[in-house]
């Protein structure tokens, strides 16, 4: 894949007559960019004692910069005229990288087109800047290209163009404070959740305890926790739903700046007090009637039955 500018042989330095020729280009866009800087640059091709290379370079970061603040065409033009090649072979030689065929020059394009949208992000403060920034761009814009191109939607990367990780910074006496702050905090917030749990959970019928104890701190299954209370499967999910239910909501109206309002469910296996029914209709009957949407579990909390029955 042969290096050239696609649009004509571009402005090389180190030929003969190529910085007489730049300096001829240079004073055409006069108008463009002023007396001052042009007389900066000649002042850079006066420097005998400089390479093809660095006066590319200075030259090249100086026509950035105005182009930067002025948006100048002629600026760009020459920015174009002096990097297409010296860009160029560097498209071709990261395509060979990842044995793309694609054509480096339609990618120069994309590459300058970048050049063009970003300027806001160029630092002039080196005089190898534009050309540290355009090969910067150059990686980018291959690689995006190869995403694009790729059926897949993956593509292998090289080695040399993974990201460098951060070293890990010292941790600063600011940071070791703010650290040991949120430690605190976090156990203060913690013990307070934790207490509040605890005290909710002592306000459980001695079934509900037992069948939380059973599944959440000895690890029992469902089935063997039902077995050891003596009630159906069914029931337990129930009385631990339930019970999970009364702690959580009963910390939440805590919190709200409400009353806790967390109440033990009756025992089935006491017998039910007379006159809790009217006119042949049991309570979760009149619950429910009492709750038109049909909401059963609330239906049936409201008739204070908080559990299903074995």
């Excluded at 050309?131 to 292998?156: C, D, F, P, Y």
């Excluded at 209370?229 to 702690?247: P, T, Y």
């Excluded at 006119?279 to 908080?306: K, M, T, V, W, Y």
């Amino acid at each position: 894949m042969q290096a050239t500018d696609p649009y004509g042989p571009g402005l090389a330095l180190h030929t003969e007559g190529g910085v007489a020729r730049l300096g001829e280009r240079l004073r055409e866009i006069r108008g463009e960019i002023g007396d001052r800087e042009l007389a900066r640059l000649e002042g850079l091709l006066a420097e005998a004692e400089r390479t093809s290379e660095s006066l590319r370079d200075a030259v090249s970061t100086r026509l950035m910069e105005v182009f930067k603040k002025d948006r100048s065409r002629g600026c760009f033009g020459l920015l174009y005229e002096l990097n297409g090649n010296h860009l160029l072979t560097q498209v071709a030689g990261r395509l060979r990288r990842y044995a793309s065929k694609s054509d480096a020059r339609d990618v120069l394009q994309e590459v300058f087109f970048n050049v063009y949208r970003y300027p806001h992000r160029f630092d002039s403060t080196r005089e190898d800047a534009f050309r540290v920034w355009s090969a910067m761009i150059v990686r980018n814009t291959v690689l995006k290209h190869l995403r694009s191109q790729s059926r897949g939607g993956r593509t292998e990367v090289a080695f040399d163009d993974l990201p460098d990780q951060p070293a890990p910074s010292a941790p600063s006496p600011l940071s070791g404070a703010i650290e040991e702050e949120s430690r605190v905090e976090c156990a203060r917030v913690y013990l307070t959740y934790l207490q509040l749990y605890l005290r909710f959970y002592a306000m459980l019928s001695e079934r509900e305890r037992r069948a939380l104890h059973l599944v959440e701190v000895e690890e029992f299954s469902y089935r063997d926790a039902a077995a050891d209370l003596g009630i159906k499967l069914e029931n337990l999910k129930m009385v631990i739903f339930r019970a999970r239910r009364k702690i959580h909501r009963s910390m939440r109206r805590v919190f709200d700046g409400l009353s806790p309002d967390c109440r033990p469910a009756r025992d089935p296996r006491k017998p039910k007090k007379k006159g809790t029914a009217s006119r042949g209709e049991s309570s979760p009957g009149r619950a429910l009637r009492r709750n038109p949407r049909g909401d059963e579990l609330r239906g049936f909390e409201a008739a204070g039955l908080e559990e299903g029955t074995d």
